[in-house]
């Protein structure tokens, strides 16, 4: 029989695998099409809000199925809107798109505590939720829905960017617009459509991350940072879909075994960690950001990233 540990450990593992791939494939095109998307925690924090509100109050009235499929169509949907956010500015405007980002994430900060605290009963940042409808069980394993949706995300996601006309002009609007243009693509359309794939994406993978690992959502703690380590595995990933998933398998590893290592030391190993010594869950989650930094040091002198990335373009009509 397998450990309960390993059990817990693999469910967390999983969740967290299955929301950074797709959250991060979805900056992939966004990125490729040229659009740093700092603000991927704002979006990710306000489709949160959005889908367990349509969770909380469809769950008594509408079967599972339908209760699910609505929740996640309304957290993809307010995903775009909110990814209008970044793209307006950054695209239309020419802004500096570190700086739209930055002030996105603060503004959905603000947003999603306010409207949280207005809707609850009691004035509180806090969200409850049941997930039941979105978990599947084998014998003593559970994983959700947003399991599935990742690999499908990531297929198709690769078979897109790789082997479409429209994934070619996306990534060549990130190498180099002008060409782009006088080749006859509309640059700005398909930075547009890059940003709102990216939006709708975060939207799901905020739900992904959020529902299969509790049963409520702090507003206050927005998504724990999660937007940026999705960023920080499509730079350590190289921007390729394959290579992305890779990192974000690395990544979860850490995560997941942040929040159960304890008890994986004791019952396998018979250790128990002294936390006096500093060993917290802190530590294992820091290994993978550490191990990030000395791989950019290295593969920093290489021009792997889209050369058009960041810069802003206005298309000559």
């Known amino acids: 029989m397998i450990n309960a540990q390993i059990l ?3 469910s967390y593992f999983i969740a967290f695998f299955s929301a950074l791939l797709i959250v991060a494939i979805g900056d992939i095109f966004s990125e490729r099409s040229g659009i740093v998307n700092i603000g991927l925690e704002a979006i990710m924090a306000f489709s949160v809000m959005i ?16 209760t699910v499929l609505l929740t996640v169509l309304s957290a993809m949907l307010s995903g775009m809107l909110f990814s209008l956010l970044i793209a307006v500015p950054s695209i239309k405007c020419g802004a500096n798109q570190t700086l739209v980002g930055n002030a996105t994430n603060m503004l959905s900060y603000a947003i999603t505590i306010v409207l949280t605290k207005r809707m609850s ?7 409850n939720f049941n997930k039941n409808a979105f978990m599947f069980k084998i014998g003593s394993f559970m994983f959700s829905i947003f399991t599935i949706i990742g690999f499908f995300v990531l297929i198709l996601g690769w078979f897109v960017l790789y082997y479409t006309k429209f994934g070619f002009r996306l990534r060549s609007c990130g190498e180099n617009p002008v060409a782009a243009f006088n080749s006859g693509i509309n640059v700005i359309k398909y930075r547009y459509i890059g940003v709102l794939i990216s939006g709708l994406l975060a939207g799901i993978g905020g739900l992904a991350y959020i529902i299969p690992t509790g049963s409520y959502w702090d507003a206050s703690n927005s998504v724990y940072g999660f937007g940026f380590l999705a960023i920080s595995v499509v730079i350590f990933g190289f921007w390729r879909p394959y290579r992305v998933a890779l990192a974000a398998l690395f990544f979860s590893f850490f995560i997941a075994f942040s929040y159960c290592y304890e008890g994986i030391f004791l019952d ?16 294992f989650k820091l290994i993978p950001y550490l191990l990030c930094l000395i791989v950019l040091v290295f593969v920093s002198k290489k021009n792997v990233r889209p050369k058009s ?5 206005i298309q000559i009509r």
Do not use: D
């Not at 009963?121 to 969200?127: H, L, P, Q, R």
């Not at 396998?268 to 530590?283: H, P």
């Open 51 to 66: 889908g367990l509100m349509t969770l909380k109050f469809l769950l008594p009235i509408f079967p599972g199925f339908l």
């Open 8 to 10: 817990i450990f693999l």
């Open 268 to 283: 396998l190993f018979g250790v128990e960690l002294n936390k006096n010594l500093y060993v917290t869950n802190e530590l």
């Open 121 to 127: 009963e009691f004035s509180t940042s806090v969200i």
């Open 309 to 313: 990335l960041g810069k802003p373009y």
